[in-house]
């Protein structure tokens, strides 16, 4: 009887796990783009199963695109921001910009689904641009621009000095203002009115809801501050309560200025809060021996921050595992005071660049980054080309729970994602490849925006 039993638990067990066996499900991909070159991809998700791509592009009306390049000669690209539905299907499309203008950074703002976005131009008065450059052609200023649901501006802003302002981000903080903030080597002049404290800042600025300046601060040490160079993004904000915000960059400065703690190695990640006034309330560092960067901060249900971004530096410091390759996916998590709680590190036997982070639905984290590493370590699946998206799920304590690549025959570069109800992910970066396994639609030339539809769950086979 006893043996019976056993027998009969032990089919179950069996046909439990087949019936529910966890799988990888591909819904469908799609690229957008022109004969030309698209790049510095962003994904927003729009609500009513919408979505907002938008990045920069060099083309003209060609391929998916149906706005005009604007008309300056010193046009380089445009901000090129398409509306998607679920389906992949296009809604709208529309090219903003002024000459120059490159790697925007886009957030919706308000009931209206209004949305804004910074950048930087080079570009004087034209197209969508109404104000001119506060330097000169070769110098580099922030431009703000709020455009409503169907892409259509509503206002624009250039904020600079006589040098070269770069890489900016932007959020919306709790009270409805903004912060827009980047790299900064300007001098006082234009609408910079503080001095830094050495060659390159941090530059914030904060904006009114209709794009008036309030105030500016720049904040950094004696040598160089500002955005993440691992992937050419711009310093990672994160609004907090009552007004305050966090900038999220990096550092090679000694203890000085408003940086209170000593150098690790190369680049730091330099991490800081500061009050709805711009005055700072705590700052920590963190690396190791070589570079580390900070592409996204975001807020933990327990009341501290999670970091994403990449290490090149061996075991040591605040860097607690050892390398797996030239460069790996690093994941810090904070305490509300900045402290450090724990570090994980991701990857393969070649490179990895962390890019963005979210809370998954019932605990842990979603991780996308950029991968060209062969099997090995943390990276189990073959690589399609030159190099593929990378997405990984980790539990509350950074152990990794699963990892999916994706790409062509080419060089592939995830960005972000969007979670929907059904735990699905929308997985945006861009492409310069044809077709393989996982990628079906070839491009249209060039780099293209390429959007995937995946999800991990249970297959029922009985």
Known sequence: MKTKIYLLITIFIFQFIEINAQTFVVYGDKTYGTNLIERWPNM???????????????????????????????????????????GFNIIWDKDLGGGFDQHPHLLMTGSNKQMIFACRSRSDIGCEKSEPNRGSNSTTDYWVCMIDSNGNKLWDKTIGGVLSDEFPEIIELSTGEFIVCGDSGSPI???????????????????????????????????????????????????????????????????????????????DIWVIKIDSAGTKIWDNR?????????????????????????????????????????ADVWVIKLDGLGNKQWDKRYGGNSSEEGHWIEQAPGGGYWVSSYTNSNIGFEVSEAGYGGGDYWILKIDSVGNKLWDKRFGGPGGDNGSNFV????????????????TSAVKTDAGKGGFDYWLVHFKYGYTFTG
């Open 44 to 86: 927003i998700d729009a609500g009513n199963n919408q979505f907002i791509l938008e990045g920069s592009s060099f083309g003209d009306v060609n391929g998916d695109k149906t706005d005009h390049l604007c008309n300056s000669p010193l046009q380089g690209e445009g901000v090129w921001i398409l509306k998607v539905d679920t």
């Open 189 to 267: 002049g234009g609408d910079k009115t503080v001095v830094n404290y050495g060659g390159i800042d941090s530059w914030a600025v904060k904006l009114s809801p209709s794009g008036q300046i309030i105030w500016d601060k720049v904040y950094g040490g004696s040598g160089r501050e500002g955005s993440t160079a691992s992937n050419g993004q711009g310093t990672s904000l994160l609004a907090t309560e009552n007004g305050g915000f966090i900038i999220c960059g990096t550092t090679i400065s000694p203890a000085s200025g408003l940086i209170s703690g000593t150098p690790r190695g190369l680049d």
């Open 286 to 326: 963190f690396g190791g021996s070589q570079n580390d960067y900070c592409d996204r901060i975001i807020p933990t249900d327990d009341g501290g921050y999670i970091i994403v971004g990449t290490t090149l530096s061996q075991q040591g410091f605040d860097v607690s595992q050892p390398s797996r390759g030239s």
């Open 419 to 434: 979670i929907m109800p059904d735990t699905s992910i929308y997985l945006f970066g861009t492409a310069d490849s044809g």
